[in-house]
């Protein structure tokens, strides 16, 4: 019998509150037949929300293309899983923690990395490596300093807790994520292929055991209430509804899960993340077809009095939820008890197909299984073309003045190098442990990370390697999100290919605002069909990802930033390639070609303070001959070092390979350009590559095969990089531009201060 506590009266005001529309409690009720309870409301509240459900976004992503020669796990589960050869397989994901960070920075982002971590050894992979993808405002506003260094001390603080190295990302500091930064976190583990678990609960009689810490009400309404909803001036007080992370007992749970499923002991495993268990039992209810019934007053609680509704929806973290048959109850709880963790018995499965829950012998909640996770709403927003889109395309960056000589272009190429969206990114990573577990074999700071593939405590290592590079350029996508999504797209695998690794699937965390609001959900549409496009070009398949809505603060949206997680594979890991310029008298060659493309690029907003403009064209097809160049190159030992040409251009790549290798080079710019537009042009699929010149020969004949455009620009060597001849940059001076900026930001009083600015 079910405890009524809500009378039909109140049901429809509880319902708004908690961020249900009118249709969809009448939709409710319709299920069950009756009023709802509260613990009834609040599971649909979370479950219905945007977080959880994709309403706003599921018709949408069917034009991901999500099958491939690679997949062995598509997007579904709680992670996507690709085999790399051998019998190893990957399993990778990223996913959002943006108004959680912006709330509380460092535990934000610390949970942010847990749950990420969590939902790959959920798979049955141990965690290898992650990144993350950060935005924030101007650094120049105490309260952006103060969430940029929480977020990244609580990245670093909860990955080095938990022995998983920090490998890579990305960060970007623009106007229009001010009120809404950014916190995207991807994480990659690693599997023998016949070790993939899913969470599908199965067997009637089977129970349920949750593992690790204990419940309690923090983070509760996380889902419905900070990731659903847009920011406004009573933000601060959503900061009890941040999660709180322990990254020691996090530790433990992957130890316990892995050896779990190592012996074979779980039918299931699933992980708490947004909206607790009412998540995590229902998806494994609903993917197996099958009941559950969960006690509430077994579940080990560290608050007093704590109500029914509060402990089904409490994201408290370091939880999973396992399936286990009663035979092998006893065996599973040993593990736990050797690590250390609490495993408690607190339901089982059934037979009926309905999601049970008691507080004792009173039903506080029955209701349809599948109803939670499989019948939310699905929308079809209206679709608009922003009115924006005229005014900034429409612009022609030839009326601004362009510096074309002498120690303007000198300063206005140090302003942009020192710029912080250009500058090196050190300060971040190291305060990162990158080099746990001994299996990365490129170092943050280069176009892309590289990790080895292999056990190396069980002396099982290989000779392949997988590649991973998180992309976005938000301006682009502001300009025109197709080809900024395109973009994103292409440089991530850029960046793969630079370190000699094929592309072969991506994760991604799409970052929207309102998609209730006609143009918000036409710039979401165009970039997810931007993305499809290209993905569906390159044969490379989306495999899992997250979709992140309501980015917005006091009624003003973030740039669109549909963020790409790639990863690439290297068969030789010991022909791995970096941007590092290497040696003297290697022949530098420039790959693809220049045009003039100043649009929306970081030389017009740092020199000029515009956005504006479209960004640079994109062939698809020169895009994927350039790499397949120079993965051939790479693989065949002709090539020295790679880097692509992104945010800057040209000169700034080229300094950027100066100073990762500490020597000079002597370039000539293309001749048949203002030297503004040589220098900082964004022109996609370009890369800087160097050889020996004895190599110079068979380099160019790979071009030619390929049919793409090359230049020769110049050789490495000396102590500065010098332009034609005339513009000499000693390397000191370009270090001190490049690798200052973000020290000069950090740290201040006034940083702390931001707190309650």
Request: aromatic share 8%.
């Amino acid at each position: 019998m079910i405890r009524e506590d809500l009378t039909p009266e109140l049901a429809p005001k509880l319902a708004v509150e908690l961020g249900l529309k009118p249709a969809e409690y009448d939709r409710i009720v319709e299920i069950l037949g009756r009023t709802p309870t509260v613990t009834e409301l609040y599971m649909y509240s979370l479950m219905w929300s945007e977080h959880c459900s994709y309403k706003h976004s599921r018709r949408v992503l069917k034009l991901f293309p999500t099958e491939g020669e690679h997949v062995l796990q598509g997007p579904g589960e709680n992670a996507g899983v690709i085999s790399v050869g051998d019998g190893w397989a990957v399993a990778f994901k990223m996913e959002s923690h943006n108004h959680p960070s912006a709330i509380e920075p460092y535990q934000g982002a610390a949970t942010g990395v847990g749950g990420i971590i969590r939902d790959i050894f959920t798979m049955g992979a141990r965690p290898i490596a992650s990144l993350d993808s950060l935005r924030f405002g101007p650094l120049e506003k105490p309260r952006q300093r103060y969430l940029f260094e929480g977020a990244v001390a609580g990245i670093g603080g909860y990955g080095n807790c938990i022995g998983v190295p920090t490998v890579g990302g990305e960060v970007y500091f623009e106007e229009a994520y001010e009120g809404n930064c950014l916190i995207n976190a991807m994480a990659v583990g690693l599997m023998r292929e016949e070790r993939l678990t899913r969470a599908v609960a199965a067997g009637p009689g089977n129970l349920l055991l949750l593992i690790g810490s204990t419940t309690g009400r923090d983070g509760i309404g996380g889902a419905s209430v900070l990731a659903s909803q847009e920011f406004d001036e009573r933000a601060e007080e959503k900061r009890p509804s941040v999660q709180v992370g322990d990254p020691f007992e996090e530790k433990l749970l992957i130890e316990a899960c892995l050896e779990l499923l190592d012996r074979k002991l779980l039918v299931a495993l699933g992980d708490l993340g947004a909206a607790g268990l009412t998540s995590s039992a229902s998806e494994m209810a609903s993917r197996g077809g099958v009941g559950l019934e969960i006690d509430v007053t077994k579940v080990p609680q560290r608050e007093e009095a704590m109500k029914p509704f509060e402990i089904m929806v409490s994201e408290s973290q370091e939880r999973m939820l396992a399936v286990v048959t009663p035979q092998n109850l006893a065996a599973a709880q040993a593990v736990c008890d050797r690590w250390g963790l609490r495993s408690t018995v607190i339901g089982q499965v059934t037979d009926t197909g309905r999601f049970v829950v008691r507080e004792g012998g009173a039903v506080v909640a029955d209701v349809p299984a599948d109803s939670l996770a499989g019948d939310a709403p699905v929308y079809d927003p209206p679709a608009e073309r922003p009115a924006y889109l005229d005014r900034v395309q429409s612009f022609d960056w030839h009326t601004v003045p362009h510096p074309d000589c002498g120690y303007l272009l000198e300063d206005a190429f140090l302003a942009v190098l020192a710029s912080p969206n250009v500058c090196s990114k050190r300060w971040i990573w190291e305060q990162y442990d990158h080099q746990v577990m001994l299996n990365t074999a490129v170092l943050p700071g280069s176009d892309a990370a590289v990790v080895r593939i292999g056990d190396t405590g069980r002396g099982e290592m290989t000779r392949r390697a997988i590649a991973l590079s998180s992309d976005c350029n938000g301006r682009y996508c502001y300009l025109d999100p197709y080809l900024g999504a395109q973009i994103a797209f292409a440089e991530a695998a850029r960046n793969v290919a630079c370190a000699g690794a094929v592309p072969v699937a991506i994760t991604d965390c799409l970052n929207f605002g309102n998609p209730e609001k006609p143009e918000v959900f036409w710039t979401f549409r165009e970039a997810v069909r931007g993305l499809a496009d290209a993905c569906r070009f390159f044969g490379v398949p989306v495999v899992s990802g997250n979709v992140s809505f309501y980015n917005e603060s006091f009624g003003n949206a973030i740039y669109p930033t549909p963020t790409v997680g790639m990863v690439g594979l290297l068969d030789d890991v010991e022909k791995r390639c970096t941007m590092a310029f290497k040696r003297e008298g290697d022949v530098v060659v420039l790959i693809g070609e220049t045009d003039d493309d100043l649009g929306g690029s970081e030389y017009l907003k740092v020199v000029h303070d515009v956005v504006a403009g479209r960004p640079p064209a994109l062939d698809l097809a020169l895009e994927r001959d350039v790499q397949a160049t120079v993965i051939e190159a790479i693989r065949g030992g002709i090539v020295n070092a790679a880097h692509d040409c992104s945010e800057g251009g040209l000169g700034i790549a080229l300094a950027e390979c100066c100073l990762a290798g500490s020597i000079g080079a002597n370039v000539y710019l293309p001749d048949d350009l203002p030297p503004a537009v040589a220098l900082f042009s964004e022109t996609q699929s370009r890369i800087v590559v160097t050889c020996a010149p004895e190599q110079t020969d068979g380099l160019i004949e790979i071009c030619d095969r390929h049919e793409v455009p090359f230049s020769v620009l110049g050789t490495v060597g000396g102590d500065a990089l010098v332009f034609d001849e005339e513009t000499r940059f000693p390397l000191e001076r370009l270090r001190e531009a490049h690798e200052r900026t973000l020290e000069r930001f950090v740290g201040t009083a006034e940083a702390v201060a931001g707190l309650t600015e």
